[in-house]
């Protein structure tokens, strides 16, 4: 399908025509700060914001889902069996992710959807949602996300891309998912011609974002020897395993699971958890692999940018949203640990 | 879809309390639907996640043996909210049942080989499941001489005591029962900790495989013995224990490195540890 222009004028009437056939997520400006929210009329759609404070993976990932429920009343012959919660799973839009997001889902499927396991809630999400994601033209000072492998306009994990081209919007459509939502809204757009400028503006766009570190440096290091590097002990200092870098991180996935029991009724609940938190590892023994600060700090940033480049021989889990940069209460930057990573002997000293 | 985190309902069938302190138990469990049994098609060294709707679920070796048909057994030690609530279930109940999970031991690998197991205490659920697999007579010839250290601190804390004492019985399984220490004049086995008695009954590495698994104190003691007797690192294999919620390699908390003990383990030979951060 040929690139196509929507103006600004149009662009309501076309979120309209979206909204009709779809659930449609976009950003909404709720207090200080924007978030993905499913819209209830075309004005709460914001596009004008730089980064969510959290990141869009509460879609795929809500912070807490209900699994299962079950029945404990004696009289019921199926107490104690667990079913399905019912899900909405009706196809749905998310308008105006950043490309570095979409890009972060791609890094989550390796975890969540493999060859031999398949987490069923991830997976039917995934293939029920169309993402049109919005090109990054004005990066925040923490934003590196060309030196983790994706970019402002980066495509891989979306379905159109959106570009502000000032009077309106350029869209293009990358997958047969892109291709429909275009043709729906086709009433509100017009052809764009040959000379869209993306090419430059993607090029401006990337020339704006600093270079942080390489990942591939770190991947070619030995396992063993970054964990026992001595850099750890500096790393961790300031660290109050307050865990909010884990929250508002794209590719921060690991869940706890509980039960929740009200009168006779119950609940299986996942809900997200941190490799900050000592409960994360703790046995029932009361032996616990990463009793110590520096232990889970070291598996923080071992995991984004060791463990799983080695694992799925790939590049790290990590967009370079800076979200955990902005997040953190004592100044921890995952651009110098990073190059601290990198550099021949961890001792690189920013 | 299959849902991997829906648990198969199952009904307990029997409990048997296997130690003097009331620790340990034994929980028999039938499948509610028979298709279910066929779905749990495990293999000896893998674990399942018991689950009780209202409390939580737990990850626990799976005792019984891929021969043993119509039921599975899991042996649970009494120490947080689930196994408590477990020890107070009786027969008959309805609960749930996650797996087959792990990787199980490498049973290709020991084909042809001599096996030496050693246990301590009550991780012997899944050796016992090994034990059971290996006497089997569709199995037995599959392998060499098959040896059993087995120790607990004392004669009421052995885990399985009548199939230990019919094991002792037979001819193709040399069995070497211990204990720390005990008064009971009629004791006829061995006294003395593992590593000590490992070291006097010396099992010959010859073409063979040590399976490890009991107490960390036990396992730290034990392998130089092994690497005496000329056990090389990547024929010691040993399962380990973590805190695990989804059990398939997803939640994210198990991990050794780059391993998920859950999926990729929980068997690793010795060799392979030595690759990974010593985080476990």
């Known amino acids: 399908m040929p690139d196509i222009r929507i103006s600004k004028e149009n662009f309501p ?60 009343a004696r009289e019921d012959p199926n107490a104690g069996i667990l079913k399905e919660a019912q899900k909405d799973f009706s196809p749905r839009v998310i308008l105006g992710i950043r490309p570095c997001d979409a890009k972060a889902f791609e890094l989550d499927d390796a975890n969540f959807n493999t060859e031999s396991i398949k987490d069923p809630w991830w997976v039917q999400r995934r293939e029920t949602t169309t993402m049109i994601g919005l090109a990054c033209e004005s990066p925040c000072s923490t934003c590196f996300c060309t030196s983790m492998g994706t970019g402002p306009f980066d495509t891989a994990g979306l379905d159109v891309l959106l570009v502000n081209i000032g009077e309106g919007y350029a869209a293009r459509a990358l997958t047969e998912k892109g291709t429909k939502v275009l043709e729906i809204t086709s009433g509100c757009s017009s052809p764009a011609g040959d000379h869209l400028p993306l090419a430059e ?60 029991v009200c009168a006779d009724k119950g609940d299986r609940l996942r809900l997200w958890d941190s490799c900050m938190f000592p409960l994360f590892t703790l046995h029932g023994s009361g032996h616990n692999p990463r009793s110590n600060k520096i232990q889970r700090v070291r598996q923080r940033f071992m995991h984004k940018l060791k463990y799983y480049q080695d694992k799925y021989n790939s590049g790290p889990a990590c967009v370079g949203c800076g979200r955990c940069v902005q997040a953190c209460p004592v100044n921890i930057d995952i651009r110098q640990v990073g190059q601290k990573m990198a550099s021949p002997d961890c001792s690189c000293s920013i | 879809m299959d849902n991997p985190y829906l648990p198969y309902p199952v009904r307990i069938d029997s409990v048997i309390t296997e130690t003097e302190d009331r620790n340990l138990k034994t929980f028999t469990l039938v499948f509610i639907n028979a298709e279910d049994e066929r779905k749990f098609e495990y293999i000896a060294g893998q674990f399942g ?46 609960m749930g049942v996650r797996g087959p999970m792990g990787n199980s031991y490498p049973w290709d690998l020991l084909r042809g080989s001599n096996v030496v197991i050693i246990g301590g205490g009550f991780a012997f659920t899944t050796l016992r499941s090994s034990i059971v697999y290996m006497i089997d007579p569709k199995n037995r010839s599959k392998f060499g001489n098959i040896d059993v250290v087995y120790g607990a601190r004392s004669p009421g804390l052995l885990l399985y005591k009548d199939e230990l004492a019919e094991w002792e019985k037979r001819s193709d399984i040399n069995m070497h029962i211990t204990v720390d220490g005990t008064n009971d004049p009629n004791w006829k086995y061995n006294v003395g900790f593992v ?86």
């Open chain 1, 201 to 260: 503006r993607q090029q401006a766009a990337e020339q704006r974002i600093g270079t942080a570190f390489d990942p591939a440096a770190i991947a070619k290091k030995e396992m063993l020897e970054l964990y026992n590097s001595p850099a750890w002990e500096e790393v961790q200092f300031a660290c109050l395993n307050c865990g909010a870098c884990t929250f508002v991180c794209p590719t921060c996935w690991c869940f706890d699971i509980q039960d929740e």
């Open chain 2, 49 to 94: 996640m018991l689950s009780i709707a209202g409390l939580g679920e737990i990850p626990i070796g799976i005792a019984s043996s891929p021969t043993e048909k119509g039921f599975v057994k899991f042996t649970v030690n009494k120490v947080g909210k689930v196994t408590t609530y477990l020890h107070n279930m009786e027969a008959g109940e309805i």
């Open chain 2, 195 to 280: 590593p000590t008695v490992t070291k006097q009954k010396a099992p010959s590495a010859e073409n063979a495989y040590a399976i490890i698994c009991g107490p960390p104190i036990m396992i730290k003691f034990t392998l130089p013995v092994l690497t005496e007797l000329g056990f090389p690192p990547e024929r010691i294999i040993s399962s380990l224990e973590m805190r695990m919620k989804c059990g398939i390699g997803i939640c994210g908390r198990c991990n050794i490195g780059t391993e998920y003990v859950c999926k990729d383990g929980p068997v690793f030979t010795l060799e392979q540890l030595a690759g990974l951060p010593a985080e476990y």
């Open chain 1, 13 to 72: 009437g076309a979120i309209k025509q979206l909204m009709d056939r779809y659930r449609v997520f976009a950003p909404v400006k709720k207090g200080r700060f924007h978030e993905f929210a499913l819209l209830q009329n075309v004005e709460q759609a914001d596009l004008g914001f730089s980064n969510t404070l959290l990141s869009p993976k509460g879609l795929f990932h809500p912070q807490a889902e209900r699994m299962f429920e079950y029945s404990l």
